[in-house]
Protein backbone atom coordinates (compact mmCIF):
# COMPACT_ATOMS: atom_id res chain seq x y z
CA UNK A 1 0.00 0.00 0.00
CA UNK A 2 1.58 3.37 -1.04
CA UNK A 3 2.09 6.03 1.48
CA UNK A 4 -0.97 8.10 1.93
CA UNK A 5 -0.46 11.94 3.75
CA UNK A 6 -1.79 11.49 6.80
CA UNK A 7 -4.33 14.30 6.62
CA UNK A 8 -5.89 12.93 3.18
CA UNK A 9 -9.32 11.17 3.91
CA UNK A 10 -9.75 7.82 2.17
CA UNK A 11 -13.60 8.74 1.94
CA UNK A 12 -15.33 11.87 2.26
CA UNK A 13 -18.98 12.00 1.84
CA UNK A 14 -20.40 15.50 1.00
CA UNK A 15 -24.17 16.29 1.08
CA UNK A 16 -25.18 13.16 0.88
CA UNK A 17 -29.37 12.76 0.41
CA UNK A 18 -30.64 9.38 -0.30
CA UNK A 19 -34.50 8.81 -1.47
CA UNK A 20 -37.12 5.88 -1.15
CA UNK A 21 -40.34 5.83 -3.77
CA UNK A 22 -42.97 4.64 -1.67
CA UNK A 23 -46.54 4.26 -3.11
CA UNK A 24 -47.32 7.92 -1.32
CA UNK A 25 -44.07 9.44 -3.08
CA UNK A 26 -40.33 9.94 -2.59
CA UNK A 27 -39.18 9.70 1.24
CA UNK A 28 -35.94 10.87 2.25
CA UNK A 29 -33.63 8.84 3.86
CA UNK A 30 -30.68 11.05 4.48
CA UNK A 31 -30.36 14.63 3.76
CA UNK A 32 -27.42 16.83 3.83
CA UNK A 33 -25.09 14.26 5.55
CA UNK A 34 -21.50 15.27 5.15
CA UNK A 35 -18.57 13.58 6.77
CA UNK A 36 -14.98 12.21 5.77
CA UNK A 37 -12.42 9.61 7.21
CA UNK A 38 -8.82 9.63 7.26
CA UNK A 39 -6.46 6.57 6.89
CA UNK A 40 -6.50 4.71 10.48
CA UNK A 41 -9.15 6.49 12.16
CA UNK A 42 -12.60 5.18 13.60
CA UNK A 43 -15.57 7.25 12.58
CA UNK A 44 -18.58 5.78 14.56
CA UNK A 45 -22.19 7.06 13.65
CA UNK A 46 -24.85 6.49 16.02
CA UNK A 47 -28.21 7.24 16.01
CA UNK A 48 -31.70 4.91 16.46
CA UNK A 49 -33.17 2.63 13.68
CA UNK A 50 -34.83 4.74 10.97
CA UNK A 51 -32.08 7.62 11.80
CA UNK A 52 -30.39 6.99 8.57
CA UNK A 53 -26.98 5.69 9.69
CA UNK A 54 -27.23 2.57 7.76
CA UNK A 55 -28.60 4.04 4.56
CA UNK A 56 -25.75 6.60 4.35
CA UNK A 57 -22.80 3.52 4.63
CA UNK A 58 -25.30 1.40 2.03
CA UNK A 59 -24.48 4.13 0.09
CA UNK A 60 -20.66 4.09 -0.09
CA UNK A 61 -21.21 0.56 -0.89
CA UNK A 62 -23.98 1.35 -3.36
CA UNK A 63 -25.64 -1.09 -2.42
CA UNK A 64 -28.60 1.40 -1.53
CA UNK A 65 -29.88 0.38 -5.03
CA UNK A 66 -30.61 -2.98 -3.80
CA UNK A 67 -32.78 -1.56 -1.20
CA UNK A 68 -35.04 0.67 -3.19
CA UNK A 69 -33.84 3.75 -2.21
CA UNK A 70 -31.45 6.35 -4.43
CA UNK A 71 -28.78 8.35 -4.42
CA UNK A 72 -30.69 11.66 -5.57
CA UNK A 73 -27.53 14.52 -4.58
CA UNK A 74 -23.90 14.85 -2.91
CA UNK A 75 -21.12 13.43 -3.96
CA UNK A 76 -18.90 9.68 -2.28
CA UNK A 77 -15.62 10.77 -2.65
CA UNK A 78 -13.13 7.24 -2.28
CA UNK A 79 -9.48 7.64 -2.64
CA UNK A 80 -8.19 4.46 -4.63
CA UNK A 81 -5.34 1.81 -3.83
CA UNK A 82 -4.03 2.55 -7.04
CA UNK A 83 -4.01 6.43 -6.51
CA UNK A 84 -6.93 8.55 -7.98
CA UNK A 85 -9.83 9.72 -6.62
CA UNK A 86 -13.14 8.29 -7.63
CA UNK A 87 -17.12 9.55 -7.05
CA UNK A 88 -18.56 6.49 -6.10
CA UNK A 89 -21.98 8.03 -6.56
CA UNK A 90 -21.26 8.05 -10.40
CA UNK A 91 -19.09 4.97 -10.57
CA UNK A 92 -20.56 2.13 -12.64
CA UNK A 93 -21.70 -1.16 -11.23
CA UNK A 94 -18.68 -3.29 -12.83
CA UNK A 95 -16.27 -0.66 -11.12
CA UNK A 96 -18.03 -1.33 -7.76
CA UNK A 97 -18.02 -5.09 -7.47
CA UNK A 98 -14.29 -4.52 -8.23
CA UNK A 99 -13.98 -2.18 -5.19
CA UNK A 100 -16.78 -3.91 -2.82
CA UNK A 101 -15.05 -6.56 -0.82
CA UNK A 102 -11.74 -5.68 -2.32
CA UNK A 103 -11.18 -1.87 -1.11
CA UNK A 104 -14.13 -1.37 0.75
CA UNK A 105 -15.11 -4.17 3.00
CA UNK A 106 -18.35 -4.61 5.01
CA UNK A 107 -19.78 -6.10 7.99
CA UNK A 108 -23.22 -6.81 8.38
CA UNK A 109 -25.77 -6.93 10.97
CA UNK A 110 -27.16 -9.64 10.72
CA UNK A 111 -25.38 -12.47 9.80
CA UNK A 112 -27.64 -15.37 8.63
CA UNK A 113 -28.46 -12.86 5.31
CA UNK A 114 -25.22 -12.09 4.74
CA UNK A 115 -23.91 -15.84 4.23
CA UNK A 116 -25.22 -17.97 1.96
CA UNK A 117 -27.44 -21.22 2.91
CA UNK A 118 -26.49 -23.35 0.57
CA UNK A 119 -22.50 -23.43 0.59
CA UNK A 120 -20.06 -24.05 3.19
CA UNK A 121 -18.43 -21.84 5.60
CA UNK A 122 -15.05 -22.38 3.91
CA UNK A 123 -16.38 -22.34 0.48
CA UNK A 124 -17.85 -18.60 1.11
CA UNK A 125 -14.65 -17.21 2.65
CA UNK A 126 -12.39 -18.68 0.59
CA UNK A 127 -14.12 -17.31 -2.97
CA UNK A 128 -13.56 -13.76 -1.99
CA UNK A 129 -9.85 -14.91 -1.62
CA UNK A 130 -9.66 -16.28 -4.66
CA UNK A 131 -11.65 -13.45 -6.72
CA UNK A 132 -10.01 -10.42 -5.52
CA UNK A 133 -6.39 -12.32 -4.12
CA UNK A 134 -6.20 -14.62 -6.91
CA UNK A 135 -4.71 -17.42 -4.80
CA UNK A 136 -5.06 -21.01 -5.36
CA UNK A 137 -7.55 -23.16 -3.83
CA UNK A 138 -5.07 -24.74 -1.40
CA UNK A 139 -4.14 -21.09 -0.60
CA UNK A 140 -7.31 -19.86 0.02
CA UNK A 141 -8.27 -22.88 2.12
CA UNK A 142 -5.21 -21.99 4.68
CA UNK A 143 -6.02 -18.25 4.90
CA UNK A 144 -9.55 -19.35 5.59
CA UNK A 145 -8.82 -21.27 8.55
CA UNK A 146 -6.38 -18.93 9.86
CA UNK A 147 -8.69 -16.25 9.50
CA UNK A 148 -11.07 -18.27 10.93
CA UNK A 149 -8.56 -18.63 13.83
CA UNK A 150 -8.02 -14.84 14.10
CA UNK A 151 -11.92 -14.47 15.05
CA UNK A 152 -11.87 -17.56 17.90
CA UNK A 153 -13.98 -20.01 15.92
CA UNK A 154 -12.94 -23.07 17.48
CA UNK A 155 -12.25 -25.96 15.62
CA UNK A 156 -11.84 -24.14 12.44
CA UNK A 157 -10.65 -26.96 10.09
CA UNK A 158 -13.98 -28.28 11.25
CA UNK A 159 -15.90 -25.37 11.03
CA UNK A 160 -14.97 -24.78 7.35
CA UNK A 161 -17.25 -27.97 6.20
CA UNK A 162 -20.45 -26.41 8.20
CA UNK A 163 -23.34 -24.67 6.28
CA UNK A 164 -24.07 -21.23 8.32
CA UNK A 165 -27.40 -23.00 9.62
CA UNK A 166 -25.05 -25.38 11.83
CA UNK A 167 -23.30 -22.64 13.84
CA UNK A 168 -24.96 -20.11 16.59
CA UNK A 169 -25.44 -16.80 16.14
CA UNK A 170 -22.63 -15.32 17.56
CA UNK A 171 -20.45 -17.97 15.21
CA UNK A 172 -21.97 -16.85 12.19
CA UNK A 173 -21.29 -13.21 13.11
CA UNK A 174 -17.28 -13.95 13.40
CA UNK A 175 -17.33 -15.57 9.86
CA UNK A 176 -19.15 -12.68 8.35
CA UNK A 177 -16.68 -10.65 10.19
CA UNK A 178 -13.43 -12.90 9.04
CA UNK A 179 -14.55 -12.68 4.87
CA UNK A 180 -14.82 -8.49 5.38
CA UNK A 181 -11.41 -8.86 7.09
CA UNK A 182 -10.36 -11.42 4.62
CA UNK A 183 -8.63 -8.89 1.37
CA UNK A 184 -7.55 -6.01 4.04
CA UNK A 185 -9.76 -3.57 2.88
CA UNK A 186 -8.75 0.22 2.87
CA UNK A 187 -12.39 0.84 4.59
CA UNK A 188 -14.61 -1.37 6.70
CA UNK A 189 -17.69 -0.66 6.95
CA UNK A 190 -19.25 -2.45 10.07
CA UNK A 191 -22.78 -2.36 10.32
CA UNK A 192 -23.56 -3.12 14.08
CA UNK A 193 -21.10 -5.71 13.75
CA UNK A 194 -21.35 -6.67 17.65
CA UNK A 195 -24.84 -6.32 18.21
CA UNK A 196 -25.52 -10.33 18.47
CA UNK A 197 -22.15 -11.01 20.07
CA UNK A 198 -21.27 -11.77 24.21
CA UNK A 199 -18.96 -9.30 25.62
CA UNK A 200 -16.33 -11.50 25.39
CA UNK A 201 -16.33 -12.10 21.89
CA UNK A 202 -17.09 -8.62 21.61
CA UNK A 203 -14.06 -7.32 23.13
CA UNK A 204 -11.84 -10.02 21.10
CA UNK A 205 -13.56 -8.18 17.42
CA UNK A 206 -13.16 -4.60 18.87
CA UNK A 207 -9.64 -5.05 19.79
CA UNK A 208 -9.24 -7.09 16.34
CA UNK A 209 -10.45 -4.88 14.56
CA UNK A 210 -8.88 -2.04 16.34
CA UNK A 211 -5.24 -4.06 15.49
CA UNK A 212 -6.43 -4.34 11.94
CA UNK A 213 -6.87 -0.53 12.04
CA UNK A 214 -3.45 -0.07 13.33
CA UNK A 215 -1.50 -2.22 10.93
CA UNK A 216 -2.75 -2.03 8.02
CA UNK A 217 -3.80 1.66 7.99
CA UNK A 218 -7.55 0.90 7.08
CA UNK A 219 -9.81 3.03 7.49
CA UNK A 220 -13.14 1.93 10.10
CA UNK A 221 -16.62 3.63 9.99
CA UNK A 222 -18.25 1.90 12.50
CA UNK A 223 -22.11 1.98 12.82
CA UNK A 224 -23.57 1.24 16.43
CA UNK A 225 -26.51 2.15 18.59
CA UNK A 226 -23.90 0.51 21.79
CA UNK A 227 -22.25 4.00 23.18
CA UNK A 228 -20.40 1.96 25.27
CA UNK A 229 -18.77 0.35 21.88
CA UNK A 230 -18.48 3.99 20.66
CA UNK A 231 -16.44 5.25 23.53
CA UNK A 232 -13.87 2.23 22.86
CA UNK A 233 -13.51 2.20 19.52
CA UNK A 234 -14.15 5.88 18.02
CA UNK A 235 -11.58 8.47 17.04
CA UNK A 236 -14.56 10.82 16.02
CA UNK A 237 -18.82 10.68 16.36
CA UNK A 238 -21.38 11.54 13.98
CA UNK A 239 -24.32 11.16 16.09
CA UNK A 240 -27.83 11.23 12.99
CA UNK A 241 -31.24 12.13 14.02
CA UNK A 242 -33.93 11.42 11.23
CA UNK A 243 -31.83 11.26 8.50
CA UNK A 244 -29.84 14.31 9.64
CA UNK A 245 -26.10 14.79 11.01
CA UNK A 246 -27.35 16.58 14.44
CA UNK A 247 -23.42 16.23 15.91
CA UNK A 248 -20.11 15.83 14.68
CA UNK A 249 -17.42 15.70 17.10
CA UNK A 250 -14.05 14.19 18.88
CA UNK A 251 -15.09 10.65 21.35
CA UNK A 252 -14.66 12.61 24.54
CA UNK A 253 -16.13 15.77 24.11
CA UNK A 254 -19.47 13.95 22.83
CA UNK A 255 -19.36 12.32 25.96
CA UNK A 256 -18.09 15.02 28.32
CA UNK A 257 -19.96 17.97 26.99
CA UNK A 258 -22.46 16.73 23.88
CA UNK A 259 -24.39 19.76 22.93
CA UNK A 260 -27.60 18.26 21.11
CA UNK A 261 -30.72 17.37 22.77
CA UNK A 262 -30.85 14.50 21.68
CA UNK A 263 -27.10 13.06 21.76
CA UNK A 264 -28.02 13.89 25.93
CA UNK A 265 -30.96 11.71 26.02
CA UNK A 266 -28.99 8.94 23.85
CA UNK A 267 -26.36 9.00 26.75
CA UNK A 268 -28.88 9.03 29.22
CA UNK A 269 -30.51 5.87 28.23
CA UNK A 270 -27.29 3.74 28.16
CA UNK A 271 -27.08 1.33 31.39
CA UNK A 272 -23.30 1.96 33.31
CA UNK A 273 -22.02 -1.66 34.51
CA UNK A 274 -21.32 -0.47 38.37
CA UNK A 275 -24.69 2.37 38.63
CA UNK A 276 -26.49 -0.21 40.80
CA UNK A 277 -23.48 -0.73 43.31
CA UNK A 278 -24.94 0.07 46.37
CA UNK A 279 -28.96 -0.30 45.57
CA UNK A 280 -30.51 -3.36 46.98
CA UNK A 281 -33.20 -3.83 44.64
CA UNK A 282 -33.42 -3.65 40.81
CA UNK A 283 -35.07 0.02 39.58
CA UNK A 284 -36.21 1.34 36.16
CA UNK A 285 -33.85 3.96 34.46
CA UNK A 286 -34.35 7.87 34.60
CA UNK A 287 -34.84 8.78 31.19
CA UNK A 288 -34.80 12.33 30.27
CA UNK A 289 -37.53 11.50 27.79
CA UNK A 290 -39.92 10.22 30.26
CA UNK A 291 -41.68 12.64 32.30
CA UNK A 292 -43.54 11.69 35.82
CA UNK A 293 -41.79 8.32 35.77
CA UNK A 294 -41.46 6.01 39.28
CA UNK A 295 -38.39 4.89 39.54
CA UNK A 296 -39.42 2.84 42.76
CA UNK A 297 -36.84 -0.41 43.58
CA UNK A 298 -38.50 -3.41 43.17
CA UNK A 299 -38.03 -5.96 45.92
CA UNK A 300 -40.18 -8.74 44.59
CA UNK A 301 -40.86 -12.03 47.57
CA UNK A 302 -38.93 -14.37 48.95
CA UNK A 303 -41.64 -17.02 48.10
CA UNK A 304 -40.26 -19.97 45.31
CA UNK A 305 -42.56 -19.81 42.34
CA UNK A 306 -39.87 -21.67 39.82
CA UNK A 307 -37.51 -24.40 41.63
CA UNK A 308 -35.16 -26.14 39.09
CA UNK A 309 -32.84 -29.14 40.28
CA UNK A 310 -30.39 -30.99 38.02
CA UNK A 311 -31.88 -29.99 34.31
CA UNK A 312 -29.71 -31.97 31.95
CA UNK A 313 -30.32 -31.22 28.21
CA UNK A 314 -28.44 -33.25 25.54
CA UNK A 315 -28.77 -32.93 21.72
CA UNK A 316 -27.93 -36.24 19.76
CA UNK A 317 -25.07 -35.81 16.69
CA UNK A 318 -25.97 -38.53 14.08
CA UNK A 319 -23.48 -39.67 11.45
CA UNK A 320 -22.47 -42.51 9.54
CA UNK A 321 -24.55 -44.60 6.98
CA UNK A 322 -27.48 -45.53 9.19
CA UNK A 323 -27.40 -41.86 10.90
CA UNK A 324 -26.64 -43.49 14.26
CA UNK A 325 -26.04 -41.18 17.55
CA UNK A 326 -22.06 -40.69 17.49
CA UNK A 327 -22.05 -37.96 20.35
CA UNK A 328 -23.96 -35.75 21.92
CA UNK A 329 -24.00 -32.30 22.57
CA UNK A 330 -24.15 -31.08 26.19
CA UNK A 331 -26.27 -28.18 25.83
CA UNK A 332 -27.03 -28.37 29.74
CA UNK A 333 -25.51 -30.44 32.14
CA UNK A 334 -26.99 -30.09 35.98
CA UNK A 335 -27.86 -26.91 36.10
CA UNK A 336 -30.27 -25.90 39.67
CA UNK A 337 -31.95 -22.58 40.73
CA UNK A 338 -34.62 -21.04 42.81
CA UNK A 339 -36.13 -18.15 41.24
CA UNK A 340 -38.83 -16.19 43.28
CA UNK A 341 -42.03 -14.64 43.22
CA UNK A 342 -41.84 -11.35 41.32
CA UNK A 343 -38.19 -11.40 41.27
CA UNK A 344 -35.54 -11.40 37.95
CA UNK A 345 -33.03 -14.44 37.88
CA UNK A 346 -30.57 -13.68 35.32
CA UNK A 347 -28.46 -16.50 32.99
CA UNK A 348 -25.35 -14.68 31.61
CA UNK A 349 -22.54 -16.35 29.56
CA UNK A 350 -21.10 -16.73 26.06
CA UNK A 351 -23.00 -18.44 23.07
CA UNK A 352 -23.39 -21.54 23.04
CA UNK A 353 -23.16 -21.74 27.08
CA UNK A 354 -26.79 -23.54 27.10
CA UNK A 355 -28.11 -20.25 28.44
CA UNK A 356 -31.24 -20.32 26.00
CA UNK A 357 -31.71 -23.88 25.47
CA UNK A 358 -32.07 -23.77 29.88
CA UNK A 359 -34.50 -21.35 29.27
CA UNK A 360 -36.42 -23.39 26.15
CA UNK A 361 -36.30 -26.48 28.70
CA UNK A 362 -37.98 -24.87 31.33
CA UNK A 363 -40.49 -24.40 29.19
CA UNK A 364 -40.31 -27.50 27.67
CA UNK A 365 -39.90 -26.11 23.83
CA UNK A 366 -37.12 -28.64 23.82
CA UNK A 367 -37.11 -31.75 25.68
CA UNK A 368 -34.51 -32.08 28.80
CA UNK A 369 -32.95 -35.23 29.03
CA UNK A 370 -33.20 -35.13 32.86
CA UNK A 371 -33.98 -33.20 35.93
CA UNK A 372 -36.98 -31.69 38.25
CA UNK A 373 -38.83 -28.58 36.94
CA UNK A 374 -41.30 -27.40 39.55
CA UNK A 375 -43.36 -24.36 38.82
CA UNK A 376 -45.44 -23.47 41.85
CA UNK A 377 -46.32 -26.80 42.80
CA UNK A 378 -46.92 -28.21 39.66
CA UNK A 379 -44.42 -30.52 38.57
CA UNK A 380 -43.54 -29.72 34.79
CA UNK A 381 -41.26 -32.66 33.29
CA UNK A 382 -43.85 -35.09 34.76
CA UNK A 383 -46.93 -33.61 32.78
CA UNK A 384 -48.83 -35.04 29.46
CA UNK A 385 -49.27 -32.66 26.66
CA UNK A 386 -52.64 -31.81 27.60
CA UNK A 387 -51.39 -31.22 31.43
CA UNK A 388 -48.23 -28.87 29.97
CA UNK A 389 -50.51 -27.07 27.58
CA UNK A 390 -52.39 -25.90 30.51
CA UNK A 391 -49.35 -25.37 32.47
CA UNK A 392 -48.09 -23.34 29.71
CA UNK A 393 -51.05 -20.22 30.67
CA UNK A 394 -48.24 -19.86 33.37
CA UNK A 395 -45.23 -19.69 31.41
CA UNK A 396 -44.64 -17.42 28.38
CA UNK A 397 -41.50 -16.91 26.17
CA UNK A 398 -40.47 -13.42 24.35
CA UNK A 399 -37.85 -14.62 21.95
CA UNK A 400 -34.91 -12.57 20.79
CA UNK A 401 -36.33 -11.45 17.45
CA UNK A 402 -39.37 -10.30 17.47
CA UNK A 403 -39.75 -10.03 13.91
CA UNK A 404 -38.93 -14.07 13.25
CA UNK A 405 -41.67 -15.01 16.38
CA UNK A 406 -44.67 -12.64 14.81
CA UNK A 407 -46.87 -13.35 11.67
CA UNK A 408 -46.32 -11.56 8.71
CA UNK A 409 -49.26 -11.92 7.22
CA UNK A 410 -51.35 -11.36 10.40
CA UNK A 411 -52.93 -8.40 11.86
CA UNK A 412 -51.26 -7.27 15.81
CA UNK A 413 -54.64 -7.41 17.16
CA UNK A 414 -55.16 -11.01 15.74
CA UNK A 415 -51.94 -12.05 16.62
CA UNK A 416 -51.89 -10.49 20.73
CA UNK A 417 -55.68 -11.98 20.72
CA UNK A 418 -54.58 -15.47 19.85
CA UNK A 419 -53.34 -16.92 22.86
CA UNK A 420 -56.38 -16.21 24.68
CA UNK A 421 -58.31 -17.79 21.52
CA UNK A 422 -56.83 -20.70 22.33
CA UNK A 423 -56.94 -21.00 25.55
CA UNK A 424 -61.05 -19.70 25.37
CA UNK A 425 -59.93 -17.31 28.43
CA UNK A 426 -61.66 -14.14 26.44
CA UNK A 427 -64.28 -14.13 23.35
CA UNK A 428 -66.34 -11.44 21.11
CA UNK A 429 -65.97 -7.82 22.99
CA UNK A 430 -64.33 -8.66 26.16
CA UNK A 431 -61.36 -9.49 23.72
CA UNK A 432 -60.94 -6.55 22.00
CA UNK A 433 -60.66 -4.69 25.33
CA UNK A 434 -58.39 -6.93 26.21
CA UNK A 435 -56.30 -6.56 23.34
CA UNK A 436 -56.89 -3.10 23.78
CA UNK A 437 -55.50 -2.92 27.41
CA UNK A 438 -52.43 -5.02 26.24
CA UNK A 439 -51.56 -2.26 23.61
CA UNK A 440 -52.02 0.99 26.48
CA UNK A 441 -49.93 -1.73 29.07
CA UNK A 442 -46.93 -1.51 26.26
CA UNK A 443 -47.38 2.12 25.24
CA UNK A 444 -48.41 1.73 21.43
CA UNK A 445 -51.07 3.64 20.24
CA UNK A 446 -54.44 1.55 19.93
CA UNK A 447 -54.42 2.52 15.77
CA UNK A 448 -51.48 0.23 15.82
CA UNK A 449 -53.28 -2.86 15.85
CA UNK A 450 -54.39 -3.00 12.51
CA UNK A 451 -51.17 -2.85 11.46
CA UNK A 452 -48.88 -5.77 10.09
CA UNK A 453 -45.58 -6.36 11.73
CA UNK A 454 -43.13 -4.77 9.23
CA UNK A 455 -45.48 -1.20 9.78
CA UNK A 456 -43.32 -1.23 13.40
CA UNK A 457 -39.37 -0.57 13.96
CA UNK A 458 -38.23 -3.35 15.87
CA UNK A 459 -38.60 -2.22 19.07
CA UNK A 460 -42.34 -1.47 18.56
CA UNK A 461 -42.27 -5.16 17.22
CA UNK A 462 -40.55 -5.88 20.45
CA UNK A 463 -43.77 -4.14 22.47
CA UNK A 464 -46.27 -6.26 20.56
CA UNK A 465 -44.09 -9.42 21.81
CA UNK A 466 -44.33 -8.75 25.65
CA UNK A 467 -48.48 -7.88 24.47
CA UNK A 468 -48.63 -11.22 23.35
CA UNK A 469 -47.00 -13.13 26.41
CA UNK A 470 -48.64 -10.69 28.75
CA UNK A 471 -51.98 -12.39 27.16
CA UNK A 472 -52.87 -15.44 29.41
CA UNK A 473 -52.06 -13.33 32.46
CA UNK A 474 -48.47 -15.57 32.92
CA UNK A 475 -46.69 -15.97 36.47
CA UNK A 476 -43.80 -16.44 34.72
CA UNK A 477 -41.89 -14.89 31.73
CA UNK A 478 -38.62 -16.35 30.11
CA UNK A 479 -37.02 -13.53 28.09
CA UNK A 480 -34.36 -14.81 25.94
CA UNK A 481 -32.25 -12.13 24.79
CA UNK A 482 -35.50 -9.70 24.54
CA UNK A 483 -33.56 -6.80 24.44
CA UNK A 484 -30.03 -7.37 22.64
CA UNK A 485 -31.12 -5.85 19.20
CA UNK A 486 -33.13 -2.76 20.22
CA UNK A 487 -31.49 0.92 20.09
CA UNK A 488 -30.38 1.99 23.12
CA UNK A 489 -33.21 4.14 24.19
CA UNK A 490 -35.79 2.10 22.82
CA UNK A 491 -33.85 -0.97 25.08
CA UNK A 492 -34.30 1.55 28.03
CA UNK A 493 -38.11 1.93 27.74
CA UNK A 494 -38.46 -1.59 27.14
CA UNK A 495 -36.45 -2.20 30.19
CA UNK A 496 -38.45 0.16 32.70
CA UNK A 497 -41.38 -1.19 30.89
CA UNK A 498 -40.51 -4.60 31.98
CA UNK A 499 -39.62 -3.74 35.64
CA UNK A 500 -42.48 -1.69 36.09
CA UNK A 501 -44.96 -4.96 34.58
CA UNK A 502 -43.03 -6.84 37.23
CA UNK A 503 -43.63 -4.30 39.68
CA UNK A 504 -47.60 -4.17 38.93
CA UNK A 505 -48.39 -7.68 38.53
CA UNK A 506 -45.83 -9.43 40.46
CA UNK A 507 -44.16 -11.27 37.60
CA UNK A 508 -41.08 -13.04 37.68
CA UNK A 509 -38.69 -13.40 34.86
CA UNK A 510 -35.53 -15.40 33.90
CA UNK A 511 -33.93 -12.73 31.94
CA UNK A 512 -31.55 -14.66 29.15
CA UNK A 513 -28.78 -12.40 27.64
CA UNK A 514 -24.95 -11.33 27.56
CA UNK A 515 -25.09 -7.76 28.24
CA UNK A 516 -23.65 -7.54 31.43
CA UNK A 517 -25.24 -3.96 32.36
CA UNK A 518 -28.80 -4.78 31.51
CA UNK A 519 -28.95 -7.84 33.83
CA UNK A 520 -27.03 -5.67 36.54
CA UNK A 521 -29.54 -3.13 36.07
CA UNK A 522 -32.59 -5.42 36.10
CA UNK A 523 -31.82 -8.41 38.08
CA UNK A 524 -32.41 -10.09 41.90
CA UNK A 525 -29.99 -13.16 41.62
CA UNK A 526 -27.71 -14.25 39.03
CA UNK A 527 -26.75 -16.83 36.97
CA UNK A 528 -22.86 -17.15 35.04
CA UNK A 529 -23.21 -20.10 32.81
CA UNK A 530 -20.41 -21.55 31.06
CA UNK A 531 -20.29 -24.80 28.79
CA UNK A 532 -23.91 -25.51 30.14
CA UNK A 533 -23.08 -25.66 33.50
CA UNK A 534 -23.64 -22.79 35.98
CA UNK A 535 -20.25 -21.25 37.29
CA UNK A 536 -21.78 -18.90 39.87
CA UNK A 537 -25.06 -17.84 41.10
CA UNK A 538 -26.11 -15.76 44.07
CA UNK A 539 -27.54 -11.89 44.84
CA UNK A 540 -26.89 -9.72 42.06
CA UNK A 541 -25.01 -7.68 44.46
CA UNK A 542 -22.56 -10.48 45.42
CA UNK A 543 -21.95 -11.84 41.09
CA UNK A 544 -21.30 -8.27 40.06
CA UNK A 545 -19.21 -6.38 42.94
CA UNK A 546 -17.88 -9.62 44.45
CA UNK A 547 -17.24 -12.43 41.32
CA UNK A 548 -15.35 -15.65 42.51
CA UNK A 549 -14.97 -17.75 39.80
CA UNK A 550 -12.43 -16.88 36.88
CA UNK A 551 -14.69 -16.64 34.53
CA UNK A 552 -17.14 -14.30 35.78
CA UNK A 553 -14.39 -12.06 36.47
CA UNK A 554 -13.33 -12.80 32.87
CA UNK A 555 -17.11 -11.70 31.78
CA UNK A 556 -16.70 -8.40 33.61
CA UNK A 557 -13.36 -7.20 32.64
CA UNK A 558 -14.74 -7.56 28.78
CA UNK A 559 -17.73 -5.17 29.29
CA UNK A 560 -16.93 -2.27 27.15
CA UNK A 561 -17.38 1.16 29.79
CA UNK A 562 -19.41 3.95 28.27
CA UNK A 563 -16.20 6.73 29.05
CA UNK A 564 -13.91 6.99 26.34
CA UNK A 565 -10.63 7.80 29.00
CA UNK A 566 -11.41 4.40 30.33
CA UNK A 567 -10.87 2.50 27.41
CA UNK A 568 -9.19 -1.20 27.31
CA UNK A 569 -5.64 -1.93 27.17
CA UNK A 570 -4.05 -1.79 23.90
CA UNK A 571 -3.21 -5.66 23.93
CA UNK A 572 -6.01 -7.78 22.34
CA UNK A 573 -7.68 -9.60 25.32
CA UNK A 574 -6.82 -13.48 25.84
CA UNK A 575 -9.77 -15.59 26.49
CA UNK A 576 -9.18 -19.53 26.10
CA UNK A 577 -11.19 -20.60 22.94
CA UNK A 578 -14.68 -22.65 24.33
CA UNK A 579 -13.90 -26.15 24.27
CA UNK A 580 -16.18 -28.00 22.37
CA UNK A 581 -19.30 -29.23 24.04
CA UNK A 582 -19.84 -32.53 22.08
CA UNK A 583 -18.60 -35.61 23.56
CA UNK A 584 -18.80 -39.35 22.83
CA UNK A 585 -22.26 -41.47 23.52
CA UNK A 586 -20.59 -43.04 27.04
CA UNK A 587 -19.16 -39.99 28.19
CA UNK A 588 -21.03 -39.26 32.04
CA UNK A 589 -19.17 -35.71 33.54
CA UNK A 590 -19.32 -35.64 37.13
CA UNK A 591 -22.11 -33.86 39.02
CA UNK A 592 -21.94 -29.98 39.57
CA UNK A 593 -20.97 -29.23 43.36
CA UNK A 594 -20.79 -26.14 44.62
CA UNK A 595 -18.97 -23.88 47.81
CA UNK A 596 -20.95 -21.31 49.32
CA UNK A 597 -18.57 -18.10 48.98
CA UNK A 598 -21.24 -15.52 50.80
CA UNK A 599 -24.94 -15.44 51.90
CA UNK A 600 -26.82 -17.52 48.68
CA UNK A 601 -23.91 -17.49 46.71
CA UNK A 602 -22.51 -20.17 45.28
CA UNK A 603 -19.18 -21.62 43.08
CA UNK A 604 -19.01 -24.48 41.02
CA UNK A 605 -15.82 -26.48 42.68
CA UNK A 606 -15.97 -28.98 39.95
CA UNK A 607 -13.85 -28.72 36.94
CA UNK A 608 -15.72 -26.13 34.82
CA UNK A 609 -13.31 -26.83 31.76
CA UNK A 610 -12.66 -23.16 32.27
CA UNK A 611 -8.55 -22.26 32.23
CA UNK A 612 -8.13 -17.83 32.67
CA UNK A 613 -5.36 -17.58 30.20
CA UNK A 614 -5.01 -13.92 31.00
CA UNK A 615 -2.45 -12.48 33.02
CA UNK A 616 -2.70 -11.93 36.85
CA UNK A 617 -3.57 -8.50 37.66
CA UNK A 618 -0.34 -6.33 38.56
Known sequence: MGAIEPDQPIARVRKLRVTFQTREGAVIGVEDVSFAISPGETVCIVGESGSGKSVSSLSLMRLIEFGGGEIAGGELLFDRRDGGETDLAQAGQDQMKRIRGNEIGMIFQEPMTALNPVFTVGRQLAEGLRVHKGLSKSAARARAIDLLRQ?????????????????????????????????????????????????????????????????????????????????????????MFRGRKVEEGPVTDIFEAPRHDYTRALLAAVPKLGEMRGKPAPEPMRLLTAGNQKTAPIPGTDQPLLRVKGLTTRFPVRGGFLRRTIANVHAVEDVSFTLNKGQTLSLVGESGCGKSSAGRSILRLVEPMAGEINLDGVDIMGLDR??????????????????????????????????????????????????????????LPRGFMRRYPHELSGGQ?????????????????VADEAVSALDVSVQAQVLNLMMELQATLGLS????????????????????????????????????????HPYTRALMSAVPVADPRRRGAEEEPRFKPIPSPIHDVGYAPAPSEYAEVGPGHYILTTDSGYEDTRPAPG
Open 151 to 239: VRIPEPERRMKQYPHELSGGMRQRVVIAMAMACEPRLLIADEPTTALDVTIQAEILALMDRLKRETGTAVIFITHDMAVVAQMADRVVV
Open 386 to 443: GGLRRARQDMQMIFQDPFASLNPKMKLEDQVAEPMRNYGTESGSGLTDRVAHLFDRVE
Open 461 to 477: RQRVAIARALALNPRLI
Open 509 to 548: FLFISHDMAVVERVSHHVGVMYLGRIVEIGPRAGVFENPH
